[in-house]
Nanobody, 119 residues
Framework: VQLQASGGGLVQTGGSLRLSCAAS????????MGWFRQAPGKEREIVASISGSGTGTYYANSVKGRFTISRDNAENTVYLQMNNLKPEDTAVYYCAAKLPAPGTAFDYWGQGTQVTVSS
């Protein structure tokens, strides 16, 4: 599966952005999708993930209550709605995909999209 992320930009503290990740292929609904981010000088961290059906989600504690992950399997797209953004959310955001088998890693990655939150 090939992934193309978009939607990043510059926003002020408290603002909102919606990231999109378009996937190729006809088996999109099989994949667990995730959003990750990497800030300068820091390791990449998972932000949120969503099951193939969309019924199961996971959020990092740092974004709970502010970010929402969703997907549209008919459009082969996963979204990350980011509200009440903070300067510490500044990072390159990546979407990724993996099959739901136990122990599998996110094997498929899109290019990053930069999110910058100004104070």
């Amino acid at each position: 599966v090939q992934l193309q992320a978009s939607g990043g930009g510059l926003v002020q503290t408290g603002g909102s952005l919606r990231l999109s990740c378009a996937a190729s292929g006809r088996t999109f609904s099989r994949y667990v999708m995730g959003w990750f981010r990497q800030a300068p000088g820091k390791e990449r961290e998972i932000v949120a993930s969503i099951s193939g059906s969309g019924t199961g989600t996971y959020y990092a504690n740092s974004v709970k209550g502010r970010f929402t992950i969703s997907r549209d399997n008919a459009e082969n797209t996963v979204y990350l709605q980011m509200n009440n953004l903070k300067p510490e959310d500044t990072a390159v955001y990546y979407c990724a995909a993996k099959l739901p088998a136990p122990g599998t890693a996110f094997d498929y990655w899109g290019q990053g999209t930069q999110v910058t939150v100004s104070s």
